[in-house]
């Protein structure tokens, strides 16, 4: 995740705290976005930005996940996410979020 | 006891300068550890600090490596490190490369070791594995913590003058050969090696063999008859005298002749100058290597649609993998835009 959106989610998370926070990605694949949901939950594994060593434990999803989707009107899922669904490796990219979900609040 | 000094070198992201956009940032120096340089100097422990980092754009190393080889020795030079570790760089290329670079750079120059990670099909290894230790990272900085944790391990390992292998300290051999001495007999040692591979008990070469390309082959062509077919080997033949002057051995070119309205390759015309066999049935009949004559009767008996309008040929005897997978990749470039179907690659 780049320097700039980890220092942008920092300083939401000081603006509006934590809990009224969540993280939703639009990653590509499912490497790119367990580096994503890590770097909001465990902190930034490649130590190189403003969330190194920094536990937020943010919930995070991803747009393809189905809970997502229930929660955004069909008409306008279909709209501007319908296509990548298709196209993406939805069952990996769920997997590896859903991987690093489960670690919330359990690291170090 | 004085504590080692350690230089790290990152580059504009994880140096915290930026993305892309600023991928022609210059060298520069920070005191102490910056960004991962945390990690790495909680990883080296207390005999050795990170006295500073060297931080530079992937595009402004990678694409004048000549440059940044005569900037860096005058910048690094006053901070007196005893070692480098660059990276790592992951799968990234050009990051890669710029680690390649600068270690080579500046081992020379200080005379210093200097270790790197990177995945082991960053070309930046080709470029750095005789002049670093090339630890073996995987794709993503996911692995960040694994990997400086190695490379801070073999860093300390050479700053106290241990002894390293390829096998104990998980870095790419540097194809350095070193000579020990060992109680029993090569035949020995071979007929027990024998022994346990035919018992199907486990064994390790003395010569590790080279990893090869895998290279999926194409789908089968669909028409032969209607076809265009191209010669290409690796067989040396050339126009009679060498006026190209392909090498015998290790070459550094490939050939392009045209095939023309020939019906064979004459030895008027043609010789083979390949230097690893006897070449005096190659050189009576030429064809023998580059099958123009063959191949014009398959033309002629409407087998294949037509020939190629040009042959290839470059001299397989010890030409380097690098060189052959810049000829090949020339040829099959030629090939695709003179809208060749199939070729026939004979060899030697």
């Known amino acids: 995740m780049d320097l700039q959106n980890q220092a942008a989610i920092l300083e939401s998370v000081r603006q509006y705290g ?5 993280v939703l990605l639009g990653a590509p694949n499912a490497e790119s976005s367990a ?7 465990a902190g930034d594994p490649s130590y190189a930005g403003p969330l190194a060593g920094v536990q937020l434990d943010l919930p995070v999803f991803h747009i393809l996940e189905d809970e997502v989707r229930r929660a955004i009107p069909h008409a306008l899922y279909e709209a501007e996410v319908g296509i990548m669904d298709a196209v993406l490796d939805r069952d990996a990219i769920v997997a590896s979020v859903e991987t690093i979900r489960a670690r919330t609040g359990k690291r170090r | 006891m004085a504590k080692f000094r350690v230089l790290h070198y990152l580059n504009q992201y994880f140096g915290q300068i930026g993305g892309e956009a600023e991928a022609d940032a210059r060298l520069q120096i920070r005191p102490g550890p910056v960004g991962p340089g945390t990690l790495l100097q909680a990883a080296l422990g207390a005999s050795a600090e990170v006295v500073a980092t060297l931080v530079g754009g992937d595009n402004y190393v990678a694409s004048d490596a000549e440059r940044a080889r005569a900037e ?5 030079r006053p901070w007196r490190p005893d070692v480098l570790v660059a990276g790592p760089a992951f799968a990234s290329g050009r990051y890669g490369l710029a680690c390649g670079t600068l270690c080579e750079a500046l081992g ?3 005379g210093i070791p200097a270790v790197t990670a990177m995945h082991p099909e960053n070309p930046g290894v080709e470029l750095g594995r005789r002049h670093a230790y ?5 794709t993503t900085a996911r692995g960040m913590e694994e990997a400086l944790g190695r490379m801070a391990g073999l860093a300390g390992k050479l700053l106290r003058g241990e002894p390293v292998t390829p096998a104990a300290d998980a870095y790419i051999p540097r194809g350095i050969l070193i000579n020990e001495v060992v109680e029993a007999p090569a035949a020995r040692r071979g007929v027990e090696m024998l022994l346990a591979k035919l018992g199907g008990d486990p064994y390790e070469s003395e010569i590790p063999r080279p990893r090869w390309d895998r290279v999926p082959p194409p789908a089968p062509i669909k028409d032969p008859a209607l076809a265009t077919i191209a010669l290409v080997s690796e067989g040396g033949i050339v126009l009679r005298g060498n006026p190209d002057r392909l090498e015998s051995w290790g070459a550094s070119k490939y050939l392009k002749y045209p095939t023309g309205a020939s019906a064979d390759l004459t030895p008027d015309a ?7 066999f006897d070449v005096s049935y190659a050189c009576a009949d030429p064809d023998r290597i580059v099958p123009l004559d063959a191949a014009r009767s398959l033309e002629r008996d409407g087998q294949i649609g037509r020939l190629f309008p040009f042959w290839f040929c470059t001299m397989g005897n010890n030409t380097t993998l690098d060189n052959a997978r810049k000829f090949g990749a020339g040829i099959a470039r030629e090939l695709r835009e003179g809208g060749a179907d199939g070729v026939i690659l004979t060899a030697t």
């Open chain 2, 108 to 110: 020379k120059a200080l």
């Open chain 2, 72 to 76: 860096v020795v005058e910048l690094v």
């Open chain 2, 270 to 276: 043609y010789e083979c100058i390949h230097g690893g």
């Open chain 2, 134 to 138: 090339i630890v073996a990272a995987g």
């Open chain 1, 35 to 41: 580096i994503a949901a890590e770097t909001v939950v």
């Open chain 1, 18 to 22: 934590k809990e009224n926070l969540v």
